[in-house]
């Protein structure tokens, strides 16, 4: 490894309007030589970078970790985009993988990771606050852990009353285990819970909607969706648009889960 190896930043441009991507990104994008990521995300980055463009399919992360890193170890500034957060379901954990797996090789190269706005934030500020007390993340992806380990967690995040948001719901390879997380929910909550349904948040098609655990529809979802399940405590206020439901800050200090 020369001593003048480069830099990776692994950067997340937030979900997708494109003001929601802080100006630290920006810049980032804006200096680097080298542009690495899953093509539509590299499109979104295109137009404020002058950097060389280097488009992949989105299912080979751990091969595009390494090309970055290959990348920065000939002393290039490279700039691996993620929607969203790097951090979340994303590059940052893949790139780091590559590090831990493959000790000395990229030693001297610079790696930083820059925050963006994830999906279930961007969400959750559409409708009001329903992170506003302890939540969870759980992706519904079976790809990289059995659905037993991803159904084992919802049962308890579901039984310890968080609320919780669920990333990748529903994939046409996996069309009906959706309804069958859902259901593993709904035995640990009120059918009147709120479920907060945002496709394609921050971009052009958004649409976001307020069900509850009686009316939700998973057909309705898709891989561009992201699902908000409230808690026992998450409420709805009667207003037709905007701010429409938070959960509160404080939680009854009883400490029971209330039953279904
Ligand atoms: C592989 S994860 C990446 C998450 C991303 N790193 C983030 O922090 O938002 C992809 C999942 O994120 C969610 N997602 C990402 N952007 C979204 C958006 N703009 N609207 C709705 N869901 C989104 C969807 O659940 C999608 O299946």
């Not at 997708?16 to 690495?36: E, F, K, L, N």
């Not at 979340?88 to 993988?97: G, K, P, R």
């Amino acid at each position: 490894m020369s001593s003048t190896a480069g830099r990776v930043s692994v950067v997340g441009v937030g979900p997708g309007r494109s003001h929601w991507c802080t100006p630290a990104v920006r810049d980032r994008g804006a200096a680097a030589t080298d542009i690495v990521g899953y093509g539509p995300y590299v499109d979104l980055v295109e137009t404020w970078t002058s950097g060389r463009l280097h488009r992949s399919d989105n299912r080979v992360e751990a091969d595009r970790a390494r090309h970055a890193l290959d990348l920065a170890a000939t002393g290039r500034d490279v700039v691996v985009v993620s929607s969203g957060d790097p951090g979340i379901f994303a590059m940052a954990s893949a790139l780091i993988e590559q590090l831990d797996a493959h000790g000395d090789r990229w030693r001297q190269v610079d790696v930083e990771v820059l925050p963006g706005i994830t999906a279930a934030q961007a969400l959750a500020s559409r409708v009001g606050a329903p992170l506003g007390h302890d939540f969870c993340v759980i992706s519904l992806s079976d790809v990289l852990k059995p659905w037993h380990v991803i159904t084992r967690r919802l049962a308890a995040a579901a039984a310890a009353d968080f609320v919780i948001a669920l990333y990748n719901p529903r994939s046409r390879h996996r069309p009906e285990q959706l309804a069958d997380a859902m259901a593993v929910v709904a035995r640990h909550r009120r059918p009147e819970t709120p479920v907060i349904v945002g496709r394609h948040v921050g971009r052009d098609a958004e649409q976001v909607t307020i069900v509850d655990l009686r009316t939700f529809d998973p057909t309705t979802v898709d891989m561009s969706t992201v699902l908000i399940i409230g808690s026992s405590t998450t409420r709805l206020l009667d207003r037709p648009l905007g701010v429409r439901t938070y959960t509160p800050r404080s939680y009854p200090d009883d400490g029971a889960v209330p039953k279904p």
